[in-house]
C-alpha cells in the first residue's frame, strides 16, 4: 500500500469510527429504551433492561464493534485480493484511531468543571458508560479501555480475514513468502556489501 492509499485509508477508518462513535451513542442512549415501550408492564425485568444506561452504553458498543467488525473483515479479504497486505499499516491506522479516540477524554475534567463540552463527551464516551459507571473504572481508563479492547477485536478480524482468505487461494501465500525471501536476499546481499 503506497503512502497515499495508506493515508486515505487511514482518514476513512477514522472517519467511519468518529460516525458510528455517534451512531452507536444515538442507538444505545434513544432507541435502545424505546423497545422498553413494546414489552408489557408485567415483565418488569426486561423493562429495567431495557431502561438501564448501562445496558444501553453494552448495546451501542456492540453496535459499534459489528460495524467496524464487518469492515475490518471486508478489509482483510481485499488487501489480500489486492496484494496489499500490510499489518504494519492496519496497525498504524488503528493506533491512530486509539489516538483520535482517546485523546479528548483526558481533557473532560477541564471542560467539566464550566459545563462547557458535556453534551459532546456524554454522546462521545456514551458506549463506555457501562465500564465507567457499571463496572467503576476510572473515565479515562474505561474510554482506553472500551477503545482498546474494540481496536484488538478488529486486529483479529483482518488478520482472520486475511489468513481465510489466503487458505483458500494459497497463491497469495506463496507470493508474501517470495517477498519475504526477497527482502531477506535483499537484506542479505547489502550486509555482504558492506
Known amino acids: 500500500m ?4 495508506f493515508l486515505l485509508y487511514t482518514l476513512a477508518r477514522v472517519g467511519i469510527m468518529i460516525v458510528l462513535v455517534f451512531f452507536a451513542a444515538v442507538c444505545g442512549r434513544i432507541l435502545f429504551p424505546l423497545l422498553a415501550s413494546f414489552v408489557p408492564d408485567s415483565m418488569t425485568g426486561l423493562n429495567d433492561f431495557f431502561t438501564d444506561r448501562n445496558c444501553g452504553s453494552f448495546a451501542g458498543w456492540l453496535i459499534m464493534l459489528i460495524f467496524m467488525a464487518v469492515l475490518f473483515f471486508d478489509d482483510g479479504k481485499r488487501h489480500a485480493a489486492y ?4 499489518a504494519v499499516n492496519v496497525s498504524i491506522t488503528l493506533i ?3 489516538m483520535v479516540y482517546f485523546i479528548p477524554a483526558i481533557f473532560r475534567d477541564s471542560f ?3 459545563g462547557q463540552g458535556a453534551v459532546f463527551y ?3 464516551y456514551f458506549t463506555d458508560r457501562w465500564l465507567y459507571e457499571g463496572i467503576g473504572l476510572e473515565y479515562t481508563l474505561s474510554a482506553a479501555v472500551g477503545i482498546g479492547l474494540m481496536l484488538a ?3 483479529a478480524m483482518y488478520v482472520l480475514s486475511f489468513k481465510a482468505y489466503a487458505k483458500k487461494h494459497p497463491v497469495i501465500l506463496r507470493q508474501t513468502d517470495h517477498s519475504a525471501q526477497a527482502d531477506g536476499d535483499a537484506d542479505g546481499e547489502e ?3 558492506s
Open 2 to 5: 503506497d503512502s497515499l492509499k
Open 83 to 86: 496484494e496489499q497486505w500490510s
Open 96 to 98: 491512530i484511531m486509539l
Open 112 to 114: 467539566a468543571k464550566d
Open 122 to 124: 456524554e454522546y462521545a
Open 153 to 155: 477485536i478488529l486486529l
Open 191 to 193: 550486509t555482504e556489501q
